[in-house]
């Protein structure tokens, strides 16, 4: 039976960095699978590869069909935007091992659905202030930057992610990232340990 390696942590913690280092690393061989969103589609993403970009009506039909492993709603400053995991074809945990990134309650919401010895959780973490710096410098280089919903995003990591949340998830393994080499090799062996 395969399992599903969770990344997870606060937005300018690295996760996007981390994530396609693990994809790449030949030795470890995960599987990706993509959530869906109805957020807009920032500069530099591509459909289907950060993630796969809807609307409401696209996610209403997930729902309709039965098909919905997790879903979150995000009241923004640009909207409700919706993040959820479909169970589609890309996921085959009899035959391979998956890595996922998102939120601490997504990780709980996958965890229940698959179960807890499917689950390998990934807690990215870093100092706030090289966090609000990396959030600021990637949303200036966006086309249209949304400094009020990267504000927003910022504020909200702080009670999503809270040490008392993830406590009661039961996540006691963190991965800081103050070196990214040395953050991945610790990971790597942290995955080769328990795949």
């Known amino acids: 039976m395969g399992k599903i390696v969770y ?3 606060k937005s300018g913690a690295g996760k996007d960095t981390i994530y396609k280092q693990v994809l790449e ?30 609307d409401e009506e696209g996610f209403l039909k997930f729902r309709e069909k039965g098909q919905l492993i997790e879903d979150r709603a995000y009241h923004t400053c640009m909207g409700m935007w919706r993040y959820f995991t479909v169970k589609d074809e890309q996921i085959d945990l009899e035959n391979n091992n998956y890595l996922m990134i998102g939120t601490l309650e997504s990780f709980i919401k996958t965890r229940e659905f ?15 202030g090289i966090r609000l710096q990396r959030v600021l410098d990637r ?11 990267m504000c927003r995003r910022f504020l909200a990591d ?7 949340k993830l406590k009661e998830a ?9 070196d990214l080499q040395e953050c991945l090799q610790e990971i790597m062996l942290y995955l080769k340990r328990n795949l």
């Open 7 to 9: 990344l997870m942590g």
């Open 25 to 54: 690393n030949k030795d470890i061989r995960l599987q990706k699978i993509i959530l869906y969103t109805t957020r807009p589609i920032r500069s530099g993403e591509t459909d289907g590869v950060e993630y796969f970009f809807t």
């Open 114 to 128: 698959f179960g807890e010895d499917n689950m390998i959780p990934v807690m990215i973490e870093l100092d706030d």
């Open 139 to 149: 949303e200036k280089a966006q086309d249209h930057p949304r400094y009020n919903e």
């Open 158 to 164: 702080e009670e999503d992610f809270s040490e008392e």
């Open 170 to 178: 039961g996540i006691t393994k963190k991965f800081v990232n103050n």
